[in-house]
């Protein structure tokens, strides 16, 4: 049987890599714009609705795994989990696809909106790249079945990831009336 502490350790490089370049991929991709680098993309316009959608229902399946475990059902809790971080990365390919097709919309709001717009806008962005280790490690931790552990990150973790699901959809929300048609 393999030590806890092993498995823990076997991950670390890959969830400070995955911490690191994860962020550091998508900025750079984010001013990747495919048509003004000449190549004939159609722009993914369609896929900002999906992708918010998606951020509904990961806020949705973390609720749900969250209330699972409590209730003792750790094989829902652990496939809920599962779902959760593959709607993230789902979110995440669609995202960088949008961008890389398509022309970046400004918010259009004024006054106080605008303020708020930002406010959720960039702390959406700043924890969304907070939420990459934090969900690594706690996902890792139950893994090695280190759930004292896992329990312990998990109370930081399913706050911010759910802060970041639900604003991702109110960012969309506000953003929304001003996308080109």
Do not use: Q
């Not at 900025?27 to 190549?39: E, S, T």
């Not at 951020?55 to 969250?66: R, S």
């Not at 059902?73 to 949008?98: D, G």
């Amino acid at each position: 049987m393999e030590n806890k502490n092993t498995v823990e350790t076997k991950y670390n490089k890959l969830i400070i890599a995955l911490s690191v370049i994860i962020p550091l991929a998508v900025a750079v991709l984010f001013g990747v714009n495919l048509k003004k680098m000449g190549f004939d993309v159609k722009p993914l316009t369609f896929l900002p609705p999906i992708y918010a959608a998606i951020n509904g229902v990961t806020a949705f399946l973390l609720i749900v795994a969250v209330w699972a475990i409590k209730n003792g059902n750790r094989k829902l809790h652990e496939n809920l989990m599962k779902l959760a971080i593959l709607c993230s990365v789902m979110f995440l390919v669609m995202y960088v696809a949008y961008h890389m097709t398509s022309d970046s919309t400004k918010y259009g709001g004024e006054g106080v909106l605008k303020y708020v717009y930002f406010f959720i806008l960039i702390s959406h962005i700043l924890l969304s790249i907070a939420i990459i280790p934090l969900v690594l490690i706690t996902y890792v931790r139950a893994l090695a079945k280190r759930f004292d552990k896992h329990k312990k990150i998990a109370k930081i973790t399913f706050p911010i990831w759910l802060y970041v699901a639900v604003t991702g959809v109110v960012v969309y929300l506000m953003i929304s009336p001003y996308y080109a048609r």
